[in-house]
T-cell receptor
Framework: GQQLNQSPQSMFIQEGEDVSMNCTSS?????WLWYKQDPGEGPVLLIA?????ELTSNGRLTAQFGITRKDSFLNISASIPSDVGIYFC?????????????FGTGTRLQVTL | GAVVSQHPSWVICKSGTSVKIECRSL??????MFWYRQFPKQSLMLMAT?????????EQGVEKDKFLINHASLTLSTLTVTSAHPEDSSFYIC?????????????FGAGTRLSVL
């Protein structure tokens, strides 16, 4: 199935640094979601975006819904060791009960002390 | 947030046997449930979508007779891997969406790691 392009694929950063990752699509979505997955666990929702141009924060996390509705980015400020994991973007068209998520390829984040 | 419980978290079985995985929405009614499969270092791949009381809709390439899905109630869906073989070993994750879970948001279970010997 279709996957969204997510970059970078992986990041190695030092504790305290800011992180930025983005997600692009060839088609538009009406909802963008960002999830984090820890090893051996299911994805956990971080931020949901519903309007083009929307900028939403959740603690140290900030995400934006691109104006074209074909992209989104996620920023993490002042990273800490527990930020380690895989971050997935997901787009949804919201076409009723048949709507489903299209996932990005994931960004693997490693934080060093 | 809404809670989705998945059981078991880990299962080992012999080749040729069947395995059932349960997915429950604990604090909301799941009108739609989804089953995903994830290989190491890869993204989630949707296997099938099920609406309560209806037959599941399978993604292209997913064998419906191999992966039986039942969504008999608004809080429970099951995935049965029939006649499992080593190539079925993977991480299976369920997701639920419905009334009370937020505006069209999918919440995920913790996943089930299946190892077929």
């Amino acid at each position: 199935g279709q996957q969204l392009n997510q970059s970078p694929q992986s990041m190695f950063i030092q504790e305290g640094e800011d992180v930025s990752m983005n997600c692009t699509s060839s088609s538009i979505f009406n909802t963008w979601l960002w999830y984090k997955q820890d090893p051996g666990e299911g994805p956990v929702l971080l931020i949901a975006l519903y309007k083009a141009g929307e900028l939403t924060s959740n603690g140290r996390l900030t995400a934006q819904f691109g104006i074209t509705r074909k992209d989104s980015f996620l920023n993490i400020s002042a990273s800490i060791p527990s930020d380690v994991g895989i971050y997935f973007c997901a787009g949804q068209l919201n076409t009723g009960t048949a709507s489903k998520l299209t996932f990005g390829t994931g960004t693997r984040l490693q934080v060093t002390l | 947030g809404a809670v989705v419980s998945q059981h078991p978290s880990w299962v080992i079985c012999k080749s040729g046997t069947s395995v059932k995985i349960e997915c429950r929405s604990l604090d909301f009614q799941a009108t739609t449930m989804f089953w995903y499969r994830q290989f190491p270092k890869q993204s989630l791949m949707l296997m099938a979508t099920s609406n309560e009381g209806s037959k599941a809709t399978y993604e292209q390439g997913v064998e419906k007779d191999k992966f039986l899905i039942n969504h008999a109630s608004l809080t429970l869906s099951t995935l049965t891997v029939t006649s499992a073989h080593p190539e079925d070993s993977s991480f299976y994750i369920c997701s639920a969406r419905g009334v009370g879970s937020g505006t069209n948001i999918q919440y995920f279970g913790a996943g089930t790691r299946l190892s077929v010997l």
